[in-house]
């Protein structure tokens, strides 16, 4: 497990002891169970970008706030040397035993006040991926770098090859996963109104 696993389970449950929430309050704003959120906070499984941002709106707070290292002011630089060298955080794909199949790399961690997270994201490959389709506020847009990657929002299906791009509302249920046995890299841009 990386330490930024760690890290965002431990700032999850800061967040939500500061509010003096208890973990049934969060469950039911949220809409999740006690049982994810203890997972979540308890590093057991740091689930996709959909119940995270969930517990985000639940706390009032934003999505970044769980994956800020410092606060920055003006503009942000991250460089390619720095990001490969930057722990990445994995989100399972929600399935029933919880593999890894993205690990996120972070570009504007240190940026404050923003509504937009973006991220390098290598997808893993797999051969029988097994996914659930989560939905959340906002709007995202992709950009595949390498390889080629399946999108399925709501009953279709888009299949995109390097250079290829697609920007979608978020609120529509969808999940973003390689084409079978392949690997990719992606620029995944997530905007959540807050």
Do not use: W
Request: proline share 5%.
């Amino acid at each position: 497990m990386s330490n930024h696993q760690i890290l965002v389970g431990k700032k999850i449950k800061g967040v939500r002891e500061a509010k003096n929430l208890s973990v049934e309050e969060v469950a039911e704003r949220s809409g999740l169970s006690v049982e994810q959120i203890n997972s979540i906070e308890n590093d057991v499984n740091l689930p996709s970008l959909g119940p995270l941002i969930k517990i985000a709106r639940a706390l009032g707070v934003r999505l970044g706030t769980f994956l800020d290292d410092n606060d920055a002011l003006g503009p942000v630089v991250c460089r390619a040397s720095e990001r490969e060298q930057n722990n990445s955080i994995s989100f399972s794909n929600d399935a029933a035993d919880a593999r890894k199949h993205m690990a996120y790399h972070p570009l504007a961690q240190q940026k404050t006040g923003r509504h937009m997270e973006p991220f390098i994201i290598d997808i893993h490959p797999e051969e029988k991926p097994d996914f659930k389709l989560s939905a959340h506020e906002g709007e995202e847009f992709i950009y595949v770098m390498s390889g080629e990657i399946e999108v399925d929002y709501g009953k279709e299906k888009y299949q995109l090859a390097e250079g290829d791009s697609i920007f979608y509302d978020s609120i529509v249920k969808h999940h973003v996963h390689g084409v079978p046995g392949k690997a990719a890299k992606i620029l995944a841009v997530v905007y959540i109104p807050f």
